[in-house]
């Protein structure tokens, strides 16, 4: 994993020198200088043991004050959120367990500090009552409503009109490293060998163009080359998952994702 990671940092940087366009008509209008040697790890979290690809990484990043590695951790739990809710609607109760816990298992307490900076409530009690509405087997009732009330709580922590156009898309960039980060360990050779990585990266890359196409005008008027140029990305991803619960063989590569987030990140850059 970590030498894919190396080799596409490497390919991001060779496209980077030998680019004659700037990618940004406006650099001025974005509110971090990060570079490409410190954003390709931004998805990775401070204070975070190992163990999955979003906990793993250096901790350089803090999220109390860096938007785009704030945006990102938020948007790897709406990612397990969201295939959770799929698995869940699917009637893969047991699988979607797994992902409604993780959030507050491992990501949720390295944004507390961050939620105390910058002055949000955070959303930890809904968090609980969508896991507790699942693991409990409330109902499909229950759980549409704590899973609702869950997202409200997140964008009311997320603010995005608020943040930066480079700060999204820097956000965007990272989850889609983690997905192929993740997809990496979910499928190798053409088969599957861990589901929930595989799963995993689905709702990051799923919430990526989701944060991406909920833009407000303002954000996508304040720099349109580097809009133009993600939405190209985006839409050139390939379909890596025919399936979310899959068996046998996927025809599948995480190369379009690495490849992916160093575009988007070139796209930010002078």
């Known amino acids: 994993m970590h030498e894919k990671r190396k080799i596409w940092?490497?390919?991001?940087?060779?496209?980077?020198?030998?680019?004659?366009?700037?990618?940004?008509?406006?650099?001025?209008t974005f509110d971090h200088a990060m570079t490409a040697t410190t954003m390709n790890f931004v998805a990775p979290l401070a204070g975070q043991?190992?163990?999955?690809?979003?906990?793993?990484?250096?901790?350089?990043?803090?999220l109390r004050t860096n938007d785009a590695a704030y945006l990102a951790q938020l948007g790897l739990i709406r990612g397990h959120l969201y295939v959770g809710k799929q698995l869940y609607d699917e009637g893969h109760l047991a699988m979607a367990k797994t992902h409604m816990k993780h959030p507050k298992d491992?990501?949720?307490?390295?944004?507390?500090?961050?939620f105390t900076?910058?002055?949000?409530?955070?959303?930890?009690?809904?968090?609980?009552?969508?896991?507790?509405?699942?693991t409990d087997d409330q109902g499909a009732a229950a759980?549409?409503?704590?899973?609702?009330?869950?997202?409200?709580?997140?964008?009311?922590?997320?603010?995005?009109?608020?943040?930066?156009v480079k700060a999204v898309l820097l956000s965007l960039s990272s989850m889609l490293l983690t997905a192929a980060e993740e997809y990496d360990l979910g499928i190798q050779q053409g088969k599957v060998v861990n589901v929930h990585e595989f799963q995993d990266a689905y709702g990051f890359t799923t919430i990526a163009k989701?944060?991406?196409?909920?833009?407000?005008?303002?954000?996508?008027?304040?720099?349109?080359?580097?809009?133009?140029?993600v939405k190209e990305v985006l839409e050139s991803l390939p379909?890596?998952?025919?399936?979310?619960?899959?068996?046998?063989?996927?025809e599948g590569d995480a190369s379009a994702l690495f490849g992916a987030a160093a575009r988007i990140e070139l796209a930010t850059l002078n």
């Open 143 to 164: 759980v549409n409503a704590a899973y609702d009330q869950l997202l409200a709580a997140i964008s009311a922590s997320e603010r995005i009109s608020e943040h930066s």
């Open 9 to 28: 940092l490497a390919v991001g940087a060779a496209v980077l020198t030998t680019s004659t366009t700037s990618a940004v008509a406006q650099p001025q």
């Open 210 to 229: 989701a944060r991406f196409a909920n833009l407000t005008a303002a954000q996508i008027e304040a720099n349109q080359a580097a809009i133009d140029e």
């Open 49 to 62: 043991g190992g163990g999955e690809g979003e906990g793993e990484g250096s901790g350089q990043l803090d």
């Open 239 to 250: 379909g890596l998952w025919p399936t979310i619960t899959p068996t046998g063989a996927i």
């Open 106 to 114: 491992e990501l949720y307490s390295a944004l507390v500090p961050a």
């Open 117 to 134: 900076a910058r002055n949000v409530a955070g959303f930890a009690d809904e968090l609980q009552q969508l896991a507790d509405a699942v």
